[in-house]
């Protein structure tokens, strides 16, 4: 708590939310470069460069940050293929690693994203699938950029949670991303710039977006426990691993469970004859695949149809299917309805609950 870099963070962040209350476009960005210009005066408490930080490393940052500009050079591991370690075991180890753990950041992020959309633009993604518009072009450009990311010697490429800010900046176009990326270029060659941005500028960044995405909670239904609790697990599991893949993982491993015990138990309900397999799977089934198992429902004639809004003989018969008391003796002005409640309208007067 005595630490000046936390408080300059502190106040940092309680600028970028004060701006964005006032609705000040790139109020993120202002907020970084505050706290940023203040870390690079030297000899202070908070400073981030120089031999006195009180962060480890600052002379060392201090001289790379003399250079202002560098060309990058990926000369050592562009290409740097090595294929000899194959047949061993820790390779395979980190392959599929890396890759449960892309998918699950690059899906859990963009559908995120999409959902944040959402909010802003009605209907933008569909309720019943949950997919959005193009969204395999969004997978596919994240995959295109793992493997050229790989091909230069590059960690695992993802999209990033922090795209929640330029939605909400307005950004809902191609435009934006190829804008970002022309950024990412020019930030190629000011590296050492960039490098000296303290970690406690950006990470007030990322405590709003976090609470930007908070919105989405609203989409959980909270009064079942079988999304409530997964929902749960996820949410708490992410900022304690410091990973979306792993709050991914446990969210869908605890939804499992649940899914399956329930399954279970239903399946032993119909064994016992307390319940019909049809009503277990319908039940038991996704949303998107309700609708193709819903009960069948019998077949009626154009002529039945139209008879039950013309004849009252009908209308009569009809309600006594219903289980409905019927009363009428040929003339139309006495025919009665009596529901099950019990409630008999006065002559004349057709029940509407039939």
Known sequence: MHLATMW????????????????????????ILFTTFISWIPNHAASFLGANSQVPGGADRYEFFKNVVSVPDASKTTLAWNFDAFHKSELWVALITFLYLDFLDATGTLFSMASMLNHRIPGFVDEKTNAFPRQLFAFCVDGIAIVIGSLLGCAPLTVYIESA????????????????????????????????I???????????????????????????????????????????????????????????????GNFLLDLIGVAFGKSDLHTVLYNNCPDAFQDKMKMPVPFKSPSAV??????????????AVDAKEVSYDGDDDNLRFN????????????NNNV
């Open 8 to 31: 300059l963070g502190i106040c940092g962040l309680a600028l970028m939310a004060m701006l964005m209350t006032r609705r000040v476009k790139g109020a993120i960005m202002v907020g």
């Open 165 to 196: 800010s330029g939605i909400r900046e307005g950004g809902r176009t191609g435009i934006t991303a190829l804008v970002v990326a022309l950024g990412f270029f020019i930030s190629l060659f000011f590296t050492p710039l960039i490098a000296s």
């Open 198 to 260: 303290p970690p406690f500028a950006t990470g007030p960044a990322l405590v709003l977006v976090g609470a930007m995405m908070m919105e989405n909670l609203i989409d959980i239904d909270w009064a079942d426990v079988r999304h409530a609790v997964p929902a749960f697990i996820t949410i708490v599991t992410m900022p304690m691993t410091y990973s979306i893949a792993y709050g991914v993982i446990a969210g869908c491993c605890s939804y499992m469970v649940l899914y399956l």
């Open 306 to 319: 139209l008879q039950s809004h013309v004849n009252p003989e009908h209308a009569a018969h009809q309600a």
């Open 339 to 350: 529901d099950n409640m019990g409630h008999l309208p006065s002559k004349g007067v057709v």
